[in-house]
């Protein structure tokens, strides 16, 4: 399947290439930030969103976020996803495992790169499916690419960085 770019993800919190602000990171209040899209492509019947880290220093890129099955109508998130497994906002969206060993591993944790440990990365991608998955709560990155593979219409991207 050939997979188109052409959505565009923002947040009113930061740029593309721009640091995340502080209150979106675990130094901060460790919220999810707003984000928006547009250009979805026809026949978008379900999205799906992984934040990662491709700098972080383990074998795969460090996952702060998935959050899948959200409605193929959401324009975007609003700030502050609580981090349980079902949303009623969006309805219906579900949200992964993220990297942690432990503390609240399900939904949304912001940036914590190692002290001194230079300018890191945070990928927020957007992906437009052209079907609903048949999956539950709490898969993990894997699992989802794994699920999403074949399905994959468009995706977008905004990056942000962060360093301590």
Not at 97 to 124: A, C, Q, V
Request: hydrophobic share 30%; aromatic share 8%; net charge neutral.
């Amino acid at each position: 399947m050939t997979v188109s770019t052409t959505i565009e993800v923002t947040s009113t919190a930061f740029a593309q290439g721009e640091p995340i602000p502080n209150k979106y990171t675990g130094e901060g209040e460790d919220v999810s930030p707003p984000l928006s899209w547009s250009g979805l492509p026809e026949g978008t019947k379900e999205l799906a969103l992984i934040c990662d880290a491709p700098d972080a220093p383990t074998a795969e890129p460090w996952v702060l976020w998935v959050i899948y099955k959200i409605p193929a109508t959401t324009t975007g998130l609003l700030e502050g996803i609580p981090p349980k497994p079902r949303l009623k906002k969006p309805a219906g969206a579900l949200q992964g495992r993220n990297s942690w060993p432990s503390g609240k591993m399900i939904g949304y944790r912001g940036p914590m790169p190692p002290p001194g440990h230079g300018t890191h990365h945070y990928r927020f991608t957007l992906y437009a499916l052209d079907v609903k998955l048949p999956v539950e709560p709490s898969e993990s990155k894997k699992t989802l690419l794994e699920e999403i593979s074949d399905h994959i219409l468009a995706k977008g991207r905004l990056t942000g960085t962060y360093k301590r």
